[in-house]
């Protein structure tokens, strides 16, 4: 009795052992989805219609949403109060999303737009602020669009870990974002291209998450890169990398 109860101890354990693993393609969701389904009438959070309306911005953004944004950008600018900075975050997100694949260049600008907005909102709110629902959507808009700037950007072909990345507004202006590795037991010229986590689904394996601000992403060494110079290193190989966008002084 004793040896058919280790036996079916074992076979269960080689049963488990088969399980399938799967990795597949994963859609983020709609960061506002939630929030329209409770008001149906438009597409912004209440909030955000609250405060376009208090500027009397709310019929300028049912017809010229690009210029509500200009509008709502100035007045964050001359008043950095929390409602008029988050709301620039929403609108310039709902815009950019709207441009999607018709126009990528500006679409990119109004994302970039929202990042800066969201940082602005969540380091430059009072205390308290973290108790306000618009805080955690921010933090969300804040990883969701930078995930979108860097797919954008390593689609045109800008996006090279190994040095800073320029960026093209369609007004003819740039900007530059400077890039700096942490550490990292790989060199800067071992960084090959960028994969998003959240563009992959995991089934079969227990994912573990550490939640914060930045994006996690998947990181393939350069096949131009040096040999390791050891055997046991193989020379296509993939690590962690998470991305964090620091936008210093002011909203201007």
């Known amino acids: 009795m004793e040896n058919a109860r280790r036996t079916l101890g074992l076979v269960l354990l080689l049963l488990a052992g088969c399980g ?6 994963s859609q983020g969701p709609d960061l506002l989805a939630a929030w329209r389904a409770s008001v149906p009438d ?31 950008y100035q007045t964050a600018i001359r008043d950095p109060r929390p409602d008029h900075v988050f709301t620039l975050a929403e609108i310039s997100y709902l815009t950019g999303r ?6 990528p260049c500006q679409a990119l600008t109004y994302y970039y737009l929202c990042a800066g907005a969201a940082y602005h909102y969540l380091f430059g709110s009072p205390t308290g602020a973290a108790f306000d629902p618009r805080y955690r959507l921010a933090f969300d808009l804040y990883n969701t669009i930078l995930t979108r700037c860097l797919q ?36 800067p010229e071992e960084f090959g291209q960028l994969l998003p986590c959240s563009n992959f689904r995991t089934e079969g394996l227990t994912v573990h998450r ?3 601000l930045g994006v996690p992403l998947i990181a393939l060494r350069s096949a131009n890169a040096p040999d390791p110079g050891h055997g046991h290193f193989p020379r296509e190989v993939s690590f962690p990398v998470t991305a964090f966008f620091r936008f210093e002084g002011t909203l201007a």
């Open 152 to 187: 954008a950007a390593q689609a045109a072909g800008r996006l090279d870990p190994r040095q800073d990345l320029q960026v093209s507004t369609c007004d003819g202006q740039e900007f530059r974002l400077s890039v700096r590795h942490h550490g990292f037991a790989w060199k």
């Open 20 to 25: 399938r693993i799967e990795v597949s393609n």
């Open 42 to 72: 438009q597409d912004v959070s209440e909030r955000t219609w609250q405060t376009l309306r208090s500027l009397d911005l709310a019929q300028l953004w049912n017809d010229r949403p690009g210029e509500t944004v200009q509008r709502v």
């Open 210 to 212: 550490t939640y914060g």
């Open 98 to 103: 709207r441009l999607g694949h018709k126009d």
